[in-house]
T-cell receptor, first 112, second 114 residues
């Protein structure tokens, strides 16, 4: 059964704090991983891909733990504009192709 | 600027009517997708197309139909056979298909059927 699980939240975090959330996946053959950001009633937008060695983009750090089958997103020095829902996406093989499995998202609220 | 355009943004229909959602992209992407998003759920794939004149069913294709006559366009028809059509519909495209290419989304169509 294909499954990508996220804590729905909401995570209520004061401005300036560091916040992290995880996403677990069930298929050990999954190939690639992404974090998307979705603002209320808007379309998802790619935040960052997740590389095996971990990667950083400004205040955002993404990590992959293949042994435990989860990816994580860490946001440092959080801003009010970081308030959004963060969607985890896993690319896994299916037959001779691939498929994207989406988590339901983690809602983050940054408070002044 | 390149992008994906979905229209209309909001759509209201009576039960029993078919409705077509438009999706156009000028990113020169080969692959296009239709997703449905419901509250508290991950995006679910309705149909996808990796090349012109070819498309495949996704996880929830029943009650929907698509066409891909041009690279730029991938319209979705929600038929009267779709039991719960009220949802947020998202069209997306990517350069190379599912393998490793991230998706670019249109701004969505919110369909309400009463």
């Amino acid at each position: 059964r294909k499954e990508v699980e996220q804590d729905p939240g909401p995570f209520n975090v004061p401005e300036g704090a560091t916040v992290a959330f995880n996403c677990t996946y069930s298929n050990s053959a999954s190939q690639s991983f992404f974090w998307y950001r979705q603002d209320c009633r808007k379309e998802p937008k790619l935040l960052m891909s997740v590389y095996s060695s971990g990667n950083e983009d400004g205040r955002f750090t993404a990590q992959l733990n293949r042994a435990s089958q989860y990816i994580s997103l860490l946001i440092r020095d959080s801003k009010l504009s970081d308030s959004a829902t963060y969607l985890c996406v896993v690319n896994e093989p299916m037959d001779s192709n691939y498929q994207l499995i989406w988590g339901a998202g983690t809602k983050l609220i940054i408070k002044p | 600027d390149g992008g994906i355009t979905q229209s209309p943004k909001y759509l209201f229909r009576k039960e029993g009517q078919n409705v077509t959602l438009s999706c156009e992209q000028n990113l020169n992407h080969d692959a296009m997708y239709w997703y449905r998003q419901d509250p508290g759920q991950g995006l679910r794939l309705i149909y996808y197309s990796q090349i012109v004149n070819d498309f495949q069913k996704g996880d929830i294709a029943e009650g929907y139909s698509v066409s891909r006559e041009k690279k730029e366009s991938f319209p979705l028809t929600v038929t009267s056979a779709q039991k719960n059509p009220t949802a947020f519909y998202l069209c997306a495209s990517s350069h190379r298909g599912f393998r490793s290419s991230p998706l670019h989304f249109g701004n969505g169509t919110r369909l309400t059927v009463t």
